[in-house]
Structure formats: C-alpha cells, structure tokens
C-alpha cells in the first residue's frame, strides 16, 4: 500500500526531520561521549540509526512496494518499539550509564522516535501481509546482537545494558530469564502489528471493491 498522493508531502515531511534529528543527536551524542569505543554497542543507538535510514530513504526516495521494503520497514519499527519499551520499563534512571544524559536527546532516541516509527507503521500499512512467522525474522537482528554483547562483554569488560551483564547477581541465569522475557514480549509484538496490518489490509480491500 503506498502513500496516497494528498498525504505523501507531510508523511515526507516529518520523516524527513525525524531522520535527521536522529542523526543529529547521534553525532552530537558521539561529539560528547565520555566512551567512544563502545558508543555504537548500544542498541539504542543501532536501532535509531536503522529508523533514521529507513525514515529519510522513505522520506526521499519512497521506494517501491515490494516486500524487501516491507520486511525492512517492519523490523526497523519492531527495534524501535522494542527499545521504547525495554528503557521505559527497565532503564530509566540509568541514563549516565547510556550515555544520554542530556533530556532531550533521551526522550528523542527512547520516546519519541519509537512513537514515531509506530506511528509511521500505523498509518502506512506494509503492502504486503506479512505474516507472524515472516515477521518473526525479526527477531534475527535482536538475537544477533545479544550474542554480539555476550561474547564482547567479557573481552572488553563492558556491557552496555544492567540486564545483560552477567557480572551482576544472580549471573548467566538471570540474563537468561531477563532475555526469555524479553523474547516473549517482542513476538507477542510482532503477532500484534502483523495482524493490524493485515486488518488494514483487508479493510483497503473492501472499501476498494464497495
């Protein structure tokens, strides 16, 4: 389903300004970190820039329909949620040990770019019905990194996030269980806005043939 042509200049729009404020506050972020070395471990980081690609190509480009598109739309939102969801229920207050520790540049890459991201995903449908399993590939990049962190962890002697240091009480085993939530959480998700957009879908289609 693409953009219908009298929305298409303010969904550009504010694409566009979300991409670069992401951007922005990246590099300025970057300019001001006390941690370089480990600035781009974070998936805070990782996922906003992934939003910030897929949100300025959408805005410029407005690629065609096609369910590679589709597939990297929907997991740049799902990061993005995923990593709304994951600071506001476990890491707020850390913010020092983030690295954002400047209001506004938190809010950004923690509330309102996953708001953003969901609420591009809302009002643009995929085009194509992604399936829950197709959709569950999305959690190929999640997983990825958890076995990134874990294995540059002990090598560095850092890790980016309080529920993945097995350094804390309670061990490999409760990084575990943190993760096995954390899993259950993100399909339960993925379930969630696979079958929204495929009730927009669905919809698109009746109204076309009424």
């Known amino acids: 389903m693409g953009i219908p042509d009298q929305a298409a200049m303010?969904?550009?729009?504010?694409?566009?300004?979300?991409?670069?404020?992401?951007?922005?506050?990246?590099?300025?972020l970057l300019?001001?970190?006390?941690?370089?070395?480990?600035?781009?471990?974070?998936?805070?980081?990782?996922s906003n820039l992934i939003a910030a690609v897929v949100l300025l190509i959408g805005a410029i480009a407005l690629p065609a329909a096609t369910l590679r598109w589709d597939l990297v739309r929907g997991g740049a939102a799902i990061f993005m949620i995923l990593t709304g969801v994951v600071y506001?229920?476990?890491?707020?207050?850390?913010?020092?040990?983030?690295?954002?520790?400047d209001p506004w540049a938190n809010d950004l890459l923690h509330r309102v770019?996953?708001?953003v991201m969901l609420f591009d995903f809302l009002i643009v449908p995929l085009a194509h019905r992604v399936t829950w399993r197709q959709g569950l590939t999305w959690a190929i990049y999640p997983l990825l990194y958890l076995a990134y962190t874990l294995i540059r962890g002990p090598i560095v002697d850092w890790y980016p996030y309080p529920f993945l240091d097995p350094r804390r009480d309670g061990g490999y085993p409760r990084v575990a269980l943190m993760c096995v939530a954390i899993l259950i959480g993100f399909v339960a998700v993925v379930w969630?806005?696979?079958?929204?957009?495929?009730?927009?879908?669905?919809?698109g289609n009746r109204a076309r043939t009424a």
């Open 10 to 28: 303010w969904i550009r729009a504010y694409r566009l300004i979300a991409g670069l404020a992401v951007l922005g506050t990246a590099a300025y």
């Open 113 to 115: 770019i996953p708001v």
């Open 192 to 203: 969630l806005l696979t079958e929204i957009n495929a009730w927009r879908l669905r919809s």
């Open 88 to 101: 506001n229920t476990l890491l707020v207050g850390l913010e020092g040990s983030l690295q954002t520790t």
């Open 31 to 46: 300019v001001v970190s006390s941690n370089r070395a480990n600035f781009f471990s974070f998936f805070t980081i990782q």
